[in-house]
Nanobody, 118 residues
Framework: QVQLVESGGGLVQPGGSLRLSCAAS????????MSWYRQAPGMERELVAA????????NYLDSVKVRFTISRDNAENTVYLQMNSLKPENTAVYYCNAATMRIGDYYWGQGTQVTVSS
């Protein structure tokens, strides 16, 4: 059974930090590119950060570059999103995604809420 379980979300003040984790099981994690998406109320889901299967390349939404860092541990089947200098506009549900280049070969986590507010 495939599972992507996100954790680490919560309420944080502006300027604070959070580290999201996504623990994967039920598939060959090291073959999948991993991504973090987010969806704010009334908004489309958007790609925040992505990392290749081997971790050699990353990509970020322009507005989070420098402040967010995606990483993965293939030995632990886990992907992380370190979020620093958080802003209220970063408030959203953050989702973990695993995907290969094959059509339809992707999985989603259930999401974790991040709220940035004073």
């Amino acid at each position: 059974q495939v599972q992507l379980v996100e954790s680490g979300g919560g309420l944080v003040q502006p300027g604070g930090s959070l580290r999201l984790s996504c623990a994967a099981s039920g598939f060959n994690f090291r073959l999948y590119a991993m991504s973090w998406y987010r969806q704010a109320p009334g908004m489309e889901r958007e790609l925040v950060a992505a990392i290749t299967s081997g971790g050699e390349s990353t990509n970020y939404l322009d507005s989070v570059k420098v402040r967010f860092t995606i990483s993965r541990d293939n030995a632990e089947n886990t992907v992380y999103l370190q979020m620093n200098s958080l802003k209220p506009e970063n408030t959203a549900v953050y989702y973990c995604n695993a995907a290969t280049m094959r059509i339809g070969d992707y999985y989603w986590g259930q999401g974790t809420q991040v709220t940035v507010s004073s």
